[in-house]
Structures are given as C-alpha cells and as structure tokens.
C-alpha cells in the first residue's frame, strides 16, 4: 500500500550535515507514524528517531546515540519525511532506512510494515 524511497546519503566528513530525504506513495501517509532506522557493516538495524502522524501531536523519538544531532520531520503535503544529521561522525557510517508504521509511534522494528531500499551514509574522519 505504501512505497517508501530514501535518498540524500553520501560521503562527507566528520563534523559534517546531511539530510535525508523519504518520498511516500499512496494517499493515506499523513497517517502512518514514519521512522528512520540504520544498519552498520556487521551490525544489526538500529532504532534512529521516529514521529507520530499528522493527526498527532507530533511526538517526536530518537536514539541516544543520535539525540541532539539528527531531527526528523514530514511534510504531508509532499508526503515526504526528512532526517536532518548535523555533526555527523565515523560511527554514524550505515545503510539508512525509513520505515512507516501503523502505530502511534514505535522505535521497534517489528512495528513497522513498509521498507525503503535504504541510502549510503559514509562519514570519513
């Protein structure tokens, strides 16, 4: 029912800012809960923030790895929910991955029915 495609990952920098771009089909995205996940080389996919539905009060989660430095927002209009990453480091390196979601607002896989392909973040030092 819904097609999620992630793009804006890329090389950059420590200390460096990138935002991630997910663009959703179908008509019914302002009600799903969106959220970002990431996976490692060699690591399982790890909760990175999340937010509830337009029709909530936006809520928002993240990661303690993340919080303080990565921001999520949509834009129902463009159906589109975004990551900002500022302050990006090494260990930030992973496949990125937006997710939607039928719950209020989730930070665990199992929650989420619908995948992107996911986006390259690379951050040197």
């Given at each position: 029912q819904v097609q999620l495609v992630e793009s804006g990952g890329g090389l950059v920098q420590a200390g460096d800012?990138?935002?991630?771009?997910?663009a959703a089909s179908g008509r019914t995205f302002?009600?799903?809960?969106?959220?970002?996940?990431r996976q490692a080389p060699g690591k399982e996919r790890e909760f990175v923030a999340a937010t509830t539905s337009s029709w909530m009060a936006g809520t928002t989660y993240y990661a303690d790895s993340v919080k303080g430095r990565f921001t999520i927002s949509r834009d129902n209009a463009k159906n589109t929910v975004y990551l900002q990453m500022t302050s990006l480091q090494p260990e930030d390196t992973a496949v990125y991955y937006c997710a939607a979601s039928r719950t209020y607002i989730s930070t665990i896989i199992?929650?989420?029915?619908?995948?992107?392909?996911?986006?390259?973040?690379?951050?040197?030092?």
């Open positions: 800012s990138l935002r991630l771009s997910c302002s009600s799903y809960s969106m959220g970002w996940f199992r929650d989420y029915e619908y995948w992107g392909q996911g986006t390259q973040v690379t951050v040197s030092s």
